[in-house]
C-alpha cells in the first residue's frame, strides 16, 4: 500500500523540547482522552521501570525513569478507528540511559488480539483505534505504554515542508521509487538529497526494493530521526511558528501541560542518541501463508525479552544467524 505513513507524535512531543513554550500555542493541540488504567491498557506490571503518570520533577532534579509512546501512522489522511495502523513505533524516551530509541513492530506479525483472536498487528487499530493498539502491544510485548501520537499522510508532508524539508542519504535503486510516486524526477543521482514532504513520504513508503517491508522500517525510522534532530536544532526563536503550524496536524493523548514537562525533563538531561530497532529481529521470525492470507509468525517468548531487554535495560538485541 503506497499510503504508508511515518507516525510522529514524537514531532509533536519533541518539538515542544526545543525550548517551553508558551500554552496559548499548545491549545491548538488536537488531543483525545482515554482510559489509562493498567486494565484497559493490558499493563501487567513486572520487573521494570514502572510508567504510571508523568510527573514533573524539581529544576534541581533530573529523570531516571523510561516513558513509551506508541506512534501510529495511517493509511488515510485523518486519523481514523477504521483505518489500519501500516506503521507502529515504540518511542522510548530513556531518561536513565540519556537516549530516545525508536523500535519498529512489522505490521504483518501474527498477535492475539483481545476479543478478535490471532491476527496482523496492524489490524487492532482498525477493530479498537489507539487504545486497542496499545493494548495489543502490552498484552504481546509486556511493554507499559500509556500513550500515542497517530498522523497521516497529509500530515507527515506538512510537519516535514514546515521544517524545511530533511536531508536523507538516497539510495540509486530508490531513485526512481520516488519518482514513481512524487510523478517528478527532480531526484537524478545518489547521495545526500535534501527531500520535501512529498519525496520523503515516497521515500519512507518504499517497498519492493531492497528487503520489502523490513527495509522499509529502517527508512521510517531514519526519516523520523532526522525530523526530531532537525526540530531540535531549529532554535528557540522557531517554537512559536513550529508549534502553531504542527501540534493541530497531531492526534494525541498527551495533555498540554505533560507535553511542556516533558520539554523541561528533556533540555534537562543534556545530551541525548538516538537508536534504533526494529522486531521481530532477524533469526527469530518466519513467513506463513493461512488461507492464502500472509502472516509474519515470529518466537513470541524471546521477542517479547528482547523488546523488554532493549527499552528497559538498554540491551540490544542480537540476531541469530
Known amino acids: 500500500m503506497r499510503k504508508i505513513i511515518i507516525i510522529t507524535l514524537v514531532v509533536a512531543a519533541l518539538i515542544a523540547t526545543i525550548a517551553i513554550v508558551g500554552t496559548s500555542a499548545l491549545n491548538q493541540l488536537n488531543h483525545v482522552e482515554i482510559e489509562k488504567t493498567d ?33 501510529f501512522g495511517i493509511d488515510e489522511e485523518e486519523a481514523s478507528a477504521q483505518s489500519r495502523s501500516d506503521c507502529m513505533i515504540i518511542l522510548t524516551i530513556d531518561f536513565k540511559n540519556k537516549k530516545v530509541k525508536l523500535s519498529s513492530l512489522m505490521r504483518d506479525m501474527y498477535v492475539d488480539i ?23 502491544i502490552n498484552q504481546n510485548f509486556g511493554t507499559n505504554i500509556r500513550d500515542y501520537g497517530t498522523v497521516g499522510l497529509y500530515t507527515l508532508e506538512k510537519i516535514i515542508d514546515v521544517l524545511g524539508g530533511v536531508t536523507i542519504d538516497v539510495k540509486e535503486e530508490e531513485i526512481p521509487c520516488i519518482a514513481s510516486y512524487t510523478g517528478k524526477t ?37 526519516v523520523l530521526s532526522v525530523i526530531i534532530d532537525k526540530a531540535k536544532r531549529k532554535g528557540i526563536t522557531a517554537v512559536p511558528g513550529l508549534i502553531s503550524e504542527i501540534l493541530p496536524l497531531v492526534e494525541t493523548s498527551i495533555d498540554n501541560q505533560t507535553i511542556l514537562d516533558m520539554a523541561v525533563d528533556y533540555f534537562k538531561a543534556g545530551d541525548i542518541t538516538f537508536e534504533q530497532e526494529r522486531f521481530p529481529v532477524d533469526g527469530y521470525y518466519w513467513n506463513d501463508i493461512e488461507n492464502g492470507i500472509y502472516y509474519l509468525k515470529f518466537d513470541t517468548e524471546m521477542t517479547r525479552k528482547q523488546i523488554t531487554d532493549y527499552i528497559y535495560s538498554d540491551i540490544k538485541p542480537i540476531p541469530k544467524e
Open 114 to 136: 483481545e476479543d478478535y483472536g490471532s491476527t496482523k498487528l496492524n489490524h487492532a487499530y482498525a477493530y479498537g483505534g489507539a487504545p486497542l493498539a496499545i493494548k495489543t
Open 39 to 71: 486494565e484497559a491498557l493490558g499493563i501487567s506490571v513486572e520487573e521494570k521501570p514502572y510508567y504510571k503518570e508523568y510527573v514533573p520533577l524539581p529544576k534541581e532534579e533530573s529523570r531516571k525513569d523510561i516513558i513509551n509512546i506508541a506512534l
Open 186 to 222: 527532480e531526484i537524478t543521482e545518489a547521495g545526500e538529497q535534501l527531500l520535501n514532504g512529498n519525496q520523503a513520504v515516497a521515500y519512507a513508503s518504499i517497498r519492493y526494493v531492497g528487503n520489502g517491508d523490513f527495509e522499509r522500517t529502517e527508512r521510517q525510522r531514519k
